[in-house]
Nanobody, 115 residues
Framework: QVQLVESGGGLVQPGGSLRLSCTAS????????MGWYRQAPGKQRELVAR???????IYEDSVKGRFTISRDNAKNTAYLQMDSLKPEDTSVYYC?????????WGQGTQVTVSS
């Protein structure tokens, strides 16, 4: 049974930081690309950042220079370090694991940026 468990969301003031974690079980973690997506109310889910199995990284334009994605294959965990947070970053953040035609999702974690 595949499980992706996110943690680290919460309420933070503008300019603050949060670190999201996604721990996977039931998959050969090192083979999977790991992505972070977000979905705000009334909007489509969008890719925020993705790190491939070989370490290649892509970011959505609005988070470049503020967010950093990483992975620790020994811990089966992917991370999203979010700095200089803005109110428009408020969303539910989802972790995703992909390999070929397979894609798995976590349950999501709420990030709220507000003063």
């Amino acid at each position: 049974q595949v499980q992706l468990v996110e943690s680290g969301g919460g309420l933070v003031q503008p300019g603050g930081s949060l670190r999201l974690s996604c721990t996977a079980s039931g998959i050969i973690f090192r083979l999977f690309g790991m992505g972070w997506y977000r979905q705000a109310p009334g909007k489509q889910r969008e890719l925020v950042a993705r790190i491939g199995s070989g370490g290649s990284i892509i970011y959505e334009d609005s988070v470049k220079g503020r967010f950093t994605i990483s992975r620790d294959n020994a811990k089966n965990t992917a991370y999203l370090q979010m700095d200089s947070l803005k109110p428009e970053d408020t969303s539910v953040y989802y972790c995703s694991a992909d390999y070929a035609i397979r894609r798995y999702w976590g349950q999501g974690t709420q990030v709220t940026v507000s003063s």
